[in-house]
């Protein structure tokens, strides 16, 4: 979840020559503001904004040459950051792991959202996670995880999309399962890589390995910290104590979407990293024995962050989503 953002995508987005052009809000009326980054000079124009309250977009363009929109859109009291790219028939939300967003998914944005790819890929920072981190963040279990859910829809429903597909990995695994079966009408198909269900004994021991963020590799550190600044080791903290808390809960005794997986009707892709240090296999083993609709897929060699170094990740789910274009559950 921590382990492998890049970068890249946000330093082409904000830095550099060229142009970049500038959504700003008023009222019902959008200031068009075109940005020479070279000579400084603008021009103005008004456009009407969409389903929103409120939404600063940003045309990007990443190493790839892919062109997208990022901007924020209030949602549920919240103003949440967000990427788009492409415009094909097949919508996509990414939903991303512990304190990440949108810079998680470089590799699936440069594959998805290219061109003729037949999908509009949709990425964003969760509430309290990169920019999104202006809004409050409950850790407390295990309610941040429907919050979340609540939040992707209400996102998605202010972009437009009322059907889609989902993907996530680790936390955001764990979200997107609980979304599917929360809002059974609005998702296409499901992929999870890296999900927790539920917790045992082993998943704390391997978690606690990463509670000391001095311990992290220096480059996974060095990004967070770009986001977060002094507060990293207290939003960890906060995040690690909400999961152990779920662990501890009397009444959830570990369990985290048990009954969600067994009422997911669309269907689901799981992917796993055979070499997974941080998701035991069981976790694996409950989703193929609970799941009414579902391919499995082991990477051989696959880590935990399997979407950044697996050639065959992004085929693989591209084939299952077009298989299943469309609901048949």
Known sequence: CIFATSLRLFINAYTG???????????????????????GNHSTAELTVFNATK????????????????GTIHVNGVELYFERYGNGPHAILCMPGALGGTLSFVPQINYFGRSGSGYTFISYDPRGYGRSKSSSRVYSSPLYYNIDAKDAVGLMNALGFKEYSLMGWCEGGTCAIITAATFPDAIQSLVVWGPHVYLQKTDLELFHKLNNIETWEPKARATLEKYYGEELPLLWRKWFDGFISVYNDPVRQGDICKREVREIQCPTLVLHGEEDQLIPFYQVEFLRNNLQNYQCEIIQGGKHSLHFKSSSFNNIIDKFLTTHNTKVC
């Open 55 to 70: 939404s600063n977009i940003v045309p990007l363009e990443n190493d790839m040459h892919l062109e997208g929109k990022s």
């Open 17 to 39: 020559g060229g142009k970049r052009t500038v959504l700003g809000v008023c009222g019902k009326q959008v200031s068009h503001l075109y940005l020479d980054m070279e000579s």
